[in-house]
Nanobody
Framework: QVQLVESGGGMVQAGGSLRLSCAAS????????MGWFRQAPGKEREFVSS????????YYADSVKGRFTISRTNAKNTVYLQMNSLKPEDTAVYYC?????????????????WGQGTQVTVSS
């Protein structure tokens, strides 16, 4: 059974930074793309970023491009999301997800395993 455990969320002031981590277990991490999604109160879950199994096919939502950076360390079965210049509109629960494919995807339907989520709150 695949398990994804996110960490690193918290509360930060606008303009600050946070680094989310997601540790995976249960199947060969390096074979699958990983992604980050988020869901704000009253809104649908939305794509944030994804990365292919070897670090290629990297995608970002327009709203985070230039501020967020996704990375992964296959030797540690971990994917990261570095979030800089945070804005109040970035406030959401952030979810790590593992894809059913090796290349990154912006679509939630391409991911079959999800973490429990970590709260990120950005105050103005």
């Amino acid at each position: 059974q695949v398990q994804l455990v996110e960490s690193g969320g918290g509360m930060v002031q606008a303009g600050g930074s946070l680094r989310l981590s997601c540790a995976a277990s249960g199947r060969t991490f390096s074979s699958y793309a990983m992604g980050w999604f988020r869901q704000a109160p009253g809104k649908e879950r939305e794509f944030v970023s994804s990365m292919g199994r070897s670090g290629g096919s990297t995608y970002y939502a327009d709203s985070v491009k230039g501020r967020f950076t996704i990375s992964r360390t296959n030797a540690k079965n971990t994917v990261y999301l570095q979030m800089n210049s945070l804005k109040p509109e970035d406030t959401a629960v952030y979810y790590c997800a593992q894809a059913m494919r090796s290349t990154g995807s912006t679509f939630a339907r391409d991911y079959n395993y999800w973490g429990q989520g970590t709260q990120v709150t950005v105050s103005s």
